[in-house]
């Protein structure tokens, strides 16, 4: 089960290392570079960015967990209790962006936070695609096919 789905299946308490490894881990699925047969990128890229940067992520994140409504952080900041009860998800379903809210109402809480990540992924997918489309018609088509090679080289070596 990777980082989102653990996230999906809400516990009360989610610790700040969770969080952040969430929202890379969603976004990660969308980019094509992640996903181009599992061959694109190193396989611990998220947990790497997340734990050379807790305490970027803990600054970044701590006034949007203190200030949202449904999310408590407990008094040394370690991690924070999200608001399980229906107002709760309804805030937190309510402030989700019009590009990935689910046209669909009555979702469940596992098929929303399903629907939002796929919402999610599509959305980084196509971003991902006109990125390396981009970097094709700048660099060159040879430098490309060396810069892809490496970054191959790279996730398979970090797979042994």
Known sequence: MNYSQQFVHCHTWVG????????????????????MFGLGEDPNKVKNIVNNNRDRFQALY??????????????????????????GR?????????????????LNTIELGKQVQHNISRLVNKSSWAQACKGIVSAGVMKSVVYTAHKISKAIRARV
């Open 90 to 106: 309804r805030l937190l379903v309510d402030g989700i962006p019009d590009a990935v809210k689910p046209r669909q109402q009555n």
């Open 62 to 87: 701590r006034h949007t967990i203190q200030s949202c409504g449904v999310l408590q952080a407990n008094c040394d900041l370690t991690s924070f209790e999200q608001d399980m009860s229906s107002s």
């Open 16 to 35: 700040w290392y969770d969080y952040p490894l969430y929202l890379f881990d969603v976004t990660a699925a969308g980019d094509m570079r992640m996903s």
